[in-house]
């Protein structure tokens, strides 16, 4: 059985940090594209950044490039998303997923397999 579960989050303030995990089990976690998406409510999902394989291949939507940050550990069959500078809006359910082969890092259905979810508020 094929599971992702992501950890991390919590209530921080704007201007604070927090580091989310996910830890997958059940796949070849090295033959996937890691992603990491987020959800505000009343609002679509959305892309955050996704890592290949090989530690090096990164993409990052516009918006997050400088302040956040996914890297991943093959032998632990772990992605992370380093968040800093964190902004009110940046509040969300934040989702890690998996992909095998995407044709589109930043398109959610490109995505087999999905979190529950991990709650990051940042209060003003």
């Known amino acids: 059985q094929i599971q992702l579960v992501e950890s991390g989050g919590g209530l921080v303030q704007a201007g604070g940090s927090l580091r989310l995990s996910c830890a997958a089990s059940?796949?070849?976690?090295?033959?996937?594209?890691m992603g990491w998406f987020r959800q505000a409510p009343g609002k679509e999902r959305e892309f955050v950044a996704a890592m290949a394989w090989n530690n090096i291949n990164t993409y990052y939507d516009n918006w997050v490039k400088g302040r956040f940050t996914i890297s991943r550990d093959n032998a632990k069959n772990t992605v992370y998303l380093q968040m800093n500078s964190l902004k009110p809006e940046d509040t969300a359910v934040y989702y890690c997923?998996?992909?095998?082969?995407?044709?589109?890092?930043?398109?959610?259905?490109?995505?087999?397999?999905w979190g529950q979810g991990t709650q990051v508020t940042v209060s003003s």
């Open positions: 059940g796949l070849t976690f090295s033959r996937y594209i």
């Open positions: 997923a998996a992909a095998l082969a995407p044709r589109a890092w930043d398109r959610s259905t490109e995505y087999d397999y």
